[in-house]
């Protein structure tokens, strides 16, 4: 038996002669932190991005299937497919709304496991007052007279025609895309390029490159809808310094979604206004 063994020694002996008890810890000391990192970082970022390409190309692939098997009788080659999609906003709109859908539940997951907390908790979310959602609504409609300003200012630089028009050929596509436009687009937006691709990468690069980066990222993903020209893409890149921004002042991704929501319904309802009701659309 050791002398100084306080675990061997028997609780009436004393290990030293005249010397106090040891104290006897009521629970154990942890030997491993069991601290979690609650942060947004870039491994969710890619790991997200990895999940969206890939929900794209499988959705993409089962969506298209179904078309083809709910129009089996037209014995539609894959060119015929091709045309019978393209512009087709009744197809294009459901298709990403559960690729959007399966996205999201993605990021709920991955930050449960990966942060051990709740998607909204982890992007912060943070529901803006009654006074700073005003606010929030009233910088969107700014943003969008903002814009209809740039348009003018750079109509000769500015395609006649841009591929995300063909989408609005009828009344009934222009209401579906205006909906999605409105509801559900500056949700999936804020959350991925606020929510998680700013504060990851102002980790690293700091607030202002951050904002910079996540504008020009912002930007790209709007490239395909506007033909890769310049001119709306310019102006693209100013609304996403703008929501970046107001992530970045406020820490709300709430209030990023308010102002982006209220950008897009006043662009649609100033088309609405100007077609009477879409019922002018280009296909009508």
């Known amino acids: 038996m050791s002398p100084i063994d306080p675990i061997s020694v028997p609780e009436a002996a004393s290990p030293l002669e ?18 979690v990192n609650t942060e947004i970082d870039l491994v969710d970022v890619v790991l997200i991005g990895a999940v969206t390409v890939i929900s794209f190309l499988i959705l993409g692939i089962m969506a298209a299937a179904i078309f083809m098997a709910a129009h089996r009788s037209q014995h539609l080659n894959s060119k015929a497919l091709s045309d019978a999609l393209a512009g087709n906003a009744f197809f294009v709109v459901p298709t990403q709304f559960v690729i959007y859908m399966s ?5 709920a997951l991955l930050v449960w496991v990966r942060h051990n907390t709740s998607l909204f908790q982890a992007i912060h979310w943070n529901p803006p007052d009654r006074r700073l959602a005003i606010y929030a609504l009233t910088a969107g409609i700014a943003l969008a007279f903002f814009s209809e300003i740039g348009e003018v200012v750079l109509h000769a630089w500015i395609p006649k025609s841009l591929p995300i028009t063909e989408y609005f050929k009828d009344r009934p596509s222009a209401l579906l895309l205006a909906a999605f436009g409105v509801l559900v687009a500056p949700l999936m937006e804020e959350i991925l390029f606020r929510g998680f691709l700013y504060p990851a990468l102002a980790r690293w690069t700091g607030a202002v490159t951050s904002i910079l980066l996540t504008a020009i990222a912002f930007t790209l993903l709007h490239g395909a809808q506007l033909g890769y020209s310049w001119a709306p893409l310019l102006l693209i890149f100013v609304v996403g310094m ?18 982006h929501m209220a950008y897009n319904f006043a ?16 296909g009508s």
């Open 18 to 35: 005249g010397a106090p008890p040891l104290p006897v810890s009521a629970e154990p000391m942890p030997l491993v932190s069991a601290r």
């Open 103 to 107: 996205v999201l539940g993605f990021m």
């Open 242 to 259: 703008a929501l970046t921004v107001t992530r970045a002042v406020t820490k709300s991704v709430a209030t990023c979604v308010l102002v």
């Open 267 to 282: 662009l649609m309802a100033q088309s609405y206004i100007l077609t009477h009701g879409f019922r002018q659309m280009q």
